[in-house]
Structure formats: structure tokens, C-alpha cells
């Protein structure tokens, strides 16, 4: 259990995760959440950044879409909030892309639109650009 990354951060984040969806439910779109989680995170005194930008390199250049976290957490967490029937694979992918654009280690994927709240680890390893669960 001592090797979990970011174990610590990651409780505190999971503890606003599921205040949030105690107090709300499901049934909510994404957006609500994002700003009850904000709501939360100024109040548990949790360092975060709501939709930070990242640039994509493509080969020589740096293309001109943005791609933009939810919220990085710490400045090394990064959390993608859904609010959909289940986690796809797409938003594993998704996060994994967040990872790499980052340098970060870690995202974390919540869902608050199934019966009970959903969350899914990611964990890049960036020498192999590998992600492990």
C-alpha cells in the first residue's frame, strides 16, 4: 500500500470527490460538479488549477488547439470529471494524452452520473509512456 503515488494528495482529493457526490447525487451536468468541486477545494485549502491549458507537439511543431485538464491538483494530479453512464475507454485515453502533455504522473478519472461515484487511477510511467492501473 506504501507504494501508491501521491497517496496522501490523492486521499484528500477523494475526500472532496465523494463530499461532492453525497451532497449532490448523480443526474447533474459535468459542469455543476466542476464548480462544487472548486467550491471544495478552496475550502479544504487544496492547491488546484481549473482548466489548464496544455500545447500538443506534432512532430516539428507545436499545433494551435489547446488541449485543457479539468483541474490539475497539487500542480502533479491531474482529475477529469465526467458525469456520463460509465467510464470509456476513450476518457482513459484521453487522460493518458493529459499525462503526456503534462510530464505529470497521475490522473485520476470521476464519475458522478452512475448510481454510485466511479473513479479510475492512471498512472504514466514517462520513460516507457506506458500507463499501468
Known amino acids: 500500500m506504501s507504494n501508491i503515488l501521491y497517496k496522501n494528495e490523492s486521499y484528500s482529493?477523494?475526500?472532496v470527490l465523494f463530499?461532492?457526490?453525497?451532497n449532490l447525487?448523480?443526474?447533474f451536468a459535468e459542469i455543476v460538479y466542476k464548480d462544487a468541486l472548486e467550491y471544495e477545494f478552496k475550502k479544504a485549502n487544496i492547491s488546484y488549477e481549473r482548466e489548464r491549458k496544455y500545447e500538443v507537439s506534432?512532430?516539428?511543431?507545436?499545433l494551435p488547439h489547446l488541449f485543457y485538464a479539468d483541474f490539475v491538483i497539487y500542480d502533479?494530479?491531474?482529475?477529469e470529471v465526467k458525469a456520463?453512464?460509465?467510464i470509456a475507454d476513450e476518457f482513459v485515453a484521453q487522460a493518458i494524452n493529459?499525462?503526456?502533455v503534462s510530464n505529470n504522473k497521475l490522473a485520476l478519472i470521476v464519475n458522478f452520473g452512475e448510481l454510485r461515484l466511479n473513479s479510475k487511477r492512471?498512472?504514466?510511467?514517462?520513460k516507457l509512456k506506458e500507463w499501468k492501473k
Open 122 to 126: 492512471i498512472v504514466l510511467d514517462q
Open 98 to 100: 493529459y499525462l503526456k
Open 58 to 62: 506534432y512532430k516539428d511543431i507545436v
Open 84 to 86: 456520463v453512464s460509465g
Open 76 to 79: 502533479r494530479i491531474i482529475l
Open 25 to 27: 447525487g448523480s443526474g
Open 13 to 15: 482529493i477523494i475526500g
Open 19 to 22: 463530499d461532492v457526490y453525497n
